[in-house]
């Protein structure tokens, strides 16, 4: 498919289907009129780096993570298993952080009320 109709299935800009692309996220086949073309499996690589992206992830973090996420049981490491709880407490930690921002503001919330 070319990048407008992964774009238009996916709901990213072909500016963003670039960026990933430059970025060694995605990758496309060129015809010889050198428009890129992408295969069916591509929608899902996409919704994937869309959610990494969503929790907060940096594109050379995506980078790193992918290999792990699509590879087969056999070829997964340990390394890559680690990099995954690393994120994973990191994003516990935002949480966090976040659950209480919402405390004290409801705590303003509520002495506003009064």
């Keep these: 498919m070319r ?11 072909a500016r963003s289907l670039r960026y990933y692309e430059q970025q060694g996220l995605l990758a496309s086949t060129r ?7 992408y295969e069916q499996w591509c929608i899902e690589r996409v919704v994937l780096i869309q959610q990494l992206f969503a929790a907060g992830l940096c594109s050379s973090k995506v980078a790193e993570l992918l290999p792990c996420l699509s590879a087969p049981p056999t070829a997964r490491t340990g390394e890559l298993l680690q990099a995954l709880l690393v994120e994973r407490r990191r994003l516990d930690a935002v949480v966090h952080d976040a659950v209480r921002a919402r405390e004290v503001l409801d705590g303003v919330i509520a002495a506003w009320d009064r």
């Design 31 to 37: 015809t010889p009129g050198g428009q890129r073309r």
């Design 3 to 13: 990048i407008g109709q992964l774009a238009e299935r996916t709901g990213v800009s």
